[in-house]
Every structure is written in structure tokens, then in C-alpha cells.
């Protein structure tokens, strides 16, 4: 059962354009999303967060979105760069499940030079 | 700060034999998880230790599977009877507090034949 969905399992985009990576999810009691990303032989490492009482967190060039009603996030770095390339995941947990995420099955991003 | 080391990197092992993977975290992280991915998936939560008590233990960790954390600083899984289900990414990660972002280590690749 599958409870956080990144339905793309790859993306392509032009170096110096807007990535937008989307994930969804089916659990309602989920209240905090995350996003690390994965690059080939290391470890995920944490990008950005988003509790549930907002709708928009933003980091430099990152930006996650929420939208609770549709159960949905979506991150997007604008300006891509060719050091974005790797493996995205999102991730979400709840406030009684904190230690544990749920992770997606991740988008890898190709930023083009 | 080194971040979260495992070893060891890569294990071949054949099916029935066990073996015993281990991590050190961030020194002052008191928190500890154990996650595994398999090709094409996210990472999977397996186990989580606060100090060296195991709080939480997913239903995917079978009783072949025990993990430790003596003295609440190393820890160690250990996969007894291995099975060729059981080839995956062993990832370790540990965090400061509750919510935190959790610091994955660069992984322990193991692979049944």
C-alpha cells in the first residue's frame, strides 16, 4: 500500500528553467512533508520541509507547495541547474508516526547544460 | 560533524548465511532509524532507536531481523537466515530531535545469491 505516490519517474528540463517534481498521497493524517534528494552511491540527504499548517515553504532556489485538499506537494527549483541531477523522494509523517516516513518511489531529475 | 557512517559498503553473502551490518551516527544525535531500499523503491522504514532503547520496530522486520544499539551510540542489524528477498539498501540514519531531518548515512548494499 502505497501511501505517498510520485506518479513520474523521471523528469527532464534545460538548465537555467523551472523543475517541478509532484507527489501524492492517500494517508489524511499525514501533517509533515519532506523532500531529500539522492545522488548515485550516497545516502538521501534533506532538501526541504512543510508542515501542514502552510501551504508554502521556501528555501533559496526551492520552493515546496501543499495542497491539503488535493493531497498533493509539489517541489520547484527554479533556476535548474546541472548539479540539481539526482533522484528526488518525497516524504511524509504523522504526529503519532513522527519516527516513521513514508517515503515515494522518487523522480529522477535530469537538468540539461 | 563526519555524518553517518556504515560498513560495510557492499555485501555478497549466499542464502542461510547471516550477516551483521553496522552504523555510527552523528555523535550528539540520540536518534537512530533503519531503513531499507529495494530497486525502484523508496526507502522503507525498518526500525528506530531513541538512546539505546528500540521504540519502534515496522511489521517488515521479520524475526531473522534484530537490531541493536548498545550504550545508545553504535548501532547494529543483523540479518539471520538470509534469504534472496533480503537483497536491498541497508540505509541507517539518525536525527536530534523529534521531526528532525534525519541525516542518512551512505548505505550498506547487500546482495543474496
Known amino acids: 500500500d502505497q501511501q505517498v505516490k510520485q506518479n513520474s519517474p523521471s523528469l527532464s528540463v534545460q538548465e537555467g528553467r523551472i523543475s517541478i517534481l509532484n507527489c501524492d498521497y492517500t494517508n489524511s493524517m499525514f501533517d509533515y512533508f519532506l523532500w531529500y534528494k539522492k545522488y548515485p552511491a550516497e545516502g538521501p540527504t534533506f532538501l526541504i520541509s512543510?508542515?501542514?499548517?502552510?501551504d508554502k515553504n521556501e528555501d533559496g532556489r526551492f520552493t515546496v507547495f501543499l495542497n491539503k485538499s488535493a493531497k498533493h506537494l509539489s517541489l520547484h527549483i527554479v533556476p535548474s541547474q546541472p548539479g540539481d541531477s539526482a533522484v528526488y523522494f518525497c516524504?511524509?509523517?504523522?504526529?503519532?508516526?513522527?519516527?516513521?516516513?513514508?517515503f515515494g518511489t522518487g523522480t529522477r531529475l535530469t537538468v540539461i547544460p | 560533524d563526519t555524518g553517518v557512517s556504515q560498513d560495510p559498503r557492499h555485501k555478497i553473502t549466499k542464502r542461510g548465511q547471516n550477516v551483521t551490518f553496522r552504523c555510527d551516527p552523528i555523535s550528539e544525535h540520540n536518534r537512530l532509524y533503519w531503513y531499507r531500499q529495494t530497486l525502484g523503491q523508496g526507502p522503507e522504514f525498518l526500525t528506530y532507536?531513541?538512546?539505546?532503547?528500540?521504540?519502534?520496530k515496522s511489521r517488515l522486520l521479520s524475526d531473522r531481523f534484530s537490531a541493536e544499539r548498545p550504550k545508545g551510540s553504535f548501532s547494529t542489524l543483523e540479518i539471520q537466515r538470509t534469504e534472496q528477498g533480503d537483497s536491498a539498501m541497508y540505509l541507517c540514519?539518525?536525527?536530534?530531535?523529534?521531526?528532525?531531518?534525519?541525516?542518512f548515512g551512505s548505505g550498506t548494499q547487500l546482495s543474496v545469491l
Open positions: 540514519a539518525s536525527s536530534l530531535r523529534n521531526r528532525g531531518k534525519l541525516f
Open positions: 512543510i508542515s501542514s499548517i502552510k
Open positions: 516524504a511524509a509523517n504523522t504526529q503519532t508516526g513522527a519516527n516513521n516516513l513514508f
Open positions: 532507536f531513541q538512546n539505546e532503547a528500540q521504540l519502534e
